[in-house]
Structures are given as C-alpha cells and as structure tokens.
C-alpha cells in the first residue's frame, strides 16, 4: 500500500473513497479472493492492470521477479512530499475502511495459492470499474468520447484519458 489515506481526486460524486487495486492480473487466484474479501459499501474498487499505472511503489520488486502482488493506492494527491500534507488532511475514516479491508484480504491471502499464472483481466477490471464509477460511467466515458468498455485497449485508453485530465 502506498498514499492511502487521501480522498481520491477523481470530481465525480461518492468517488472520494476510491481505491485502486494493480496487480490482480500477477495470479490466476486473485480475481476470485478480491471478490470474495468483505468490503465495505462506502469504499468502491477499482482494479487497474499494472501496464496502465506503472511501478509506483514497492510492488515493482515482486513484479520484476514474478510474485504475484496486488498494490493499493489512492494515487498521488496535492499534497504528496509537500509540506502540507499533515494529519489533519487525511482521512481517517476512509483509513480505518481500508485497514479492515486489508485485514479481510490478507487473511484470504494467506489460504491462497497463488501459483504465478497472469491472467486476462480485462472482464474483471471493467465489473469493478462499472461498480466504482455507477451512474457516472457514461458521462466519463463521453467526456473521452468513448462509447463503451469491452477490450483491454479500452481500459488503456479510459486511464491514460483519464491522467491526461490530471485525475
């Protein structure tokens, strides 16, 4: 994990809780244990193939040596390595969810056998994202003038659409 304890940046509404989750596609296993793992309602998910958000953190050891991983993220926010980003920034509640939903995922984690065996992804990432993103959906996918998320090449350009826009 890595600049999770933020709002996320995306201005759409009931986004702010927004976690991101790169790495699901590092093991065959992980689709069906991140479905699986309680999360609470208020913290959306969104799963992003690891080629789309780059080696942010420390996830890129295990990566470059085939270790199947998931890395949770928040992305970076205004503040990050700035003098204002203090405590009183963060957001403790949101915090608290994640720790919970570590807590579930490690435990299913732990019972798992995570043979390395990437995997398509791609109907997954697209279930989650239409989960996160609800009603708002449609009006990114216009915003980028897309008309729909069916392929691998979609979700590329939905992300890079996306941080082209600074989100």
């Not at 942010?56 to 390595?81: K, N």
């Amino acid at each position: 994990m890595d600049l999770v304890g933020h709002d996320f940046a995306l201005p759409l509404p009931g986004l702010a809780n927004l976690l991101v989750a790169t790495g699901i596609e590092s093991s065959g296993a992980l689709p069906a244990l991140v479905d699986v793992c309680p999360r609470p309602a208020q913290l959306p998910l969104v799963l992003v193939h690891n080629d789309v958000v780059g080696d942010m953190s420390d996830h890129h050891a295990f990566r470059l040596r085939d270790v199947p991983y998931l890395f949770l993220s928040c992305g970076r926010w205004a503040h990050y390595h700035m003098e204002t980003d203090t405590p009183d920034r963060l957001a403790w509640g949101k915090m608290a969810m994640i720790r919970d939903y570590v807590v579930s995922l490690a435990g299913a984690l732990a019972d798992a056998d995570l043979a390395v065996a990437p995997v398509d992804t791609t109907a997954t990432e697209i279930r989650y994202l239409e989960a996160a993103l609800g009603a708002s959906l449609p009006m990114v996918l216009a915003t980028l003038q897309m008309s729909s998320l069916k392929t691998r090449a979609d979700l590329q350009r939905l992300a890079f659409g996306l941080q082209a826009m600074g989100v």
